[in-house]
T-cell receptor, first 110, second 116 residues
């Protein structure tokens, strides 16, 4: 019940495409859902986060869609660029701990 | 406002030695988390600390590993008698509020531990 399931494990898109990364959770106590971007050799960096009282949040080219009833949320990257090639982690937090997904390795081809 | 700082960035130890990893959280953050990441893998939670208190150490091996976050100074993750399997990147994160109160964690650059 404490898991956050993330898919796909890896993803390859052409420049300009819209990669979509999905996460699903079980614990209804989770109430905050951040996404992180990690480049090789670096620490994860916060991208965007959402609360379950909204269904969508946009920041620049990054959009989170949230489906509370399905307990799913997803990250969309609009007009993807080769510089977006990185590993993306979703996370969820509720009462006292952050739970991370297993990560998605994204490669955007030039 | 400086981000989360970790040192050393790279640490090489021989089997049986001790490794000490340090983490200075962002200013104003009193919640610290340690994670371990193996190559090509995700983040594995190890321990969550507040000042002078260990809140959750459920992800930390029972032997050889310990963590502290004293009233003054950085948080320390200590690994005694290191083995080759301890080789990994260790990330520290901090947050201004406890989990569940709507704040995200901010990560440091990590310490890459290599055990020879």
């Amino acid at each position: 019940q404490q898991q956050v399931k993330q898919s796909p494990q890896s993803l390859i898109v052409q420049k300009g495409g819209i990669p979509i990364i999905n996460c699903a959770y079980e614990n209804t106590a989770f109430d905050y859902f951040p996404w992180y971007q990690q480049f090789p050799g670096k620490g994860p960096a916060l991208l965007i986060a959402i609360r379950p009282d909204v269904s969508e949040k946009k920041e620049g080219r990054f959009t989170i869609s949230f489906n509370k009833s399905a307990k799913q949320f997803s990250l969309h990257i609009m007009d993807s660029q080769p510089g977006d090639s990185a590993t993306y982690f979703c996370a969820a937090t509720g009462t006292y701990k952050y739970i991370f997904g297993t990560g998605t390795r994204l490669k955007v081809l030039a | 406002n400086a981000g989360v700082m970790q040192n050393p960035r790279h640490l090489v130890r021989r089997r049986g030695q001790e490794a000490r990893l340090r983490c200075s959280p962002m200013k104003g953050h009193s919640h610290v988390y340690w994670y371990r990441q193996l190559p090509e893998e995700g983040l594995k939670f190890m321990v969550y600390l507040q000042k002078e208190n260990i809140i959750d150490e459920s992800g930390m091996p029972k032997e050889r590993f310990s963590a502290e976050f004293p009233k003054e100074g950085p948080s320390i993750l200590r690994i005694q008698q290191v083995v080759r399997g301890d080789s990994a990147a260790y990330f520290c994160a901090s947050s201004p509020l406890p989990p569940g109160q709507g704040s995200s964690e901010f990560f440091g650059p990590g310490t890459r531990l290599t055990v020879l």
